[in-house]
């Protein structure tokens, strides 16, 4: 059952319906941490993927171990945001800004990808493989529309998952990407007409109890 069926059938309110369409083929663990921040977010907003980041990560191992499989999540996540911009973004007919935006933050993303893949190796890490996605957009407003949940639930990955980097070399290079996912989202909000802080300067995520309670069921294995 897809995530969208499963919320139909339980009659559970959805912040970011847009998020419960993206599909994530992969078997990796990487790839199930994804689909489930997907699914937080899909429900409760982008500020639920923190606890659910930080819950799903919370019990790897520590050093370079765990720092590999952090990194290699945080690989996933920008294989689809690349995708997105790379892939996806030719084939709506974008124009404008928006089209200069995405051949941007295309490149930028690419270049994350890079970046992820070197330190992951540097580490003595393989990483992961990359998965497909499919997603939900036909136009200009609806890809626009996706980007900007998808960078902020990036910012949001990103937030759950560094704190749990047992590197400090490792975790400022996760703090610069952030700020580069930060500066997407509010690029993309201020375009579309969205507050690019709508939580009074401070996000404000939900407990993990209450972010599982409701992403769980809706994560595809």
Sequence with gaps: MSVTETV??????????????????????????????????????TTA??????H?????????????EILNFALTLE?????????????????????????LFGEEEQAHVVALTETIKTLGGTPVTKPTFSFPVTSQSSFLALASVLENTGVGAYNGAGPSLSS????????????????????????????????????????KAQVLAKADPLIKA
């Design 79 to 103: 294989y689809l945001e690349s995708d997105f911009y790379n892939a996806k973004g030719p084939t709506v007919g974008l124009s404008g800004l928006a089209q200069s935006y995405a051949k």
């Design 8 to 45: 139909r059938n339980t009659h559970s309110p959805m912040a970011n319906p847009e998020l419960a369409q993206v599909e994530v083929s992969g078997m990796t663990r990487s790839s199930f941490i994804l689909r489930g921040a997907l699914a937080a977010g899909a429900v409760y907003g």
């Design 168 to 207: 400090k070399k490792v975790l400022a290079a996760a703090g610069s990407i952030v700020q580069i996912e930060a500066r997407h989202a509010a690029a993309i909000d201020l375009l579309i007409g969205q507050s690019p802080t709508p939580n009074q300067g401070f996000d404000r995520p939900l407990t």
């Design 56 to 68: 799903a990560l919370g019990a790897s191992t520590s050093g370079n171990a765990g720092d590999v």
């Design 49 to 54: 993927v923190t606890p659910f980041v930080s």
